[in-house]
């Protein structure tokens, strides 16, 4: 299951870059919990499209994915840690990201999404 949680995660960092709402949609349990550099919101279906929408112009591309660790908590509740490297809008973003993931009537999705931006590591 831990294999399936990551790639479920990078699934929807595919859809995020390749601007396709109904892939981030069909992973996205709503409304959603978001914590991130402009605070934390909770998002309903609608919401979450407006912002969406509001970035379609900017490119944005995954280069790497790693430090992953994931635990079940519960046969339907799944989270998942890792570091980030992202190009948005040309530039580099190093975040640590989390990740809580549900099991909703057989199909798992994403309820909780944090990142934090990474300062140097020495």
Known sequence: MKDEIKKLEEKYWE???????????????????????NGVMSVDEE????MFDSHRDTEIKVNNISAVQSRMLTADTAVIIYEIDVSYAGKSMQCACTST????????????????ALGKKE
């Open 47 to 50: 919401s979450f499209k407006k």
């Open 15 to 37: 859809g995020m870059a390749g601007h396709d709402f109904n892939v981030v949609k069909s992973l996205t349990q709503f409304p959603c919990f978001i914590a991130g550099a």
């Open 101 to 116: 993931w549900q099991n909703e009537d057989g199909q798992w999705k994403c309820a909780v999404h944090s990142e934090s």
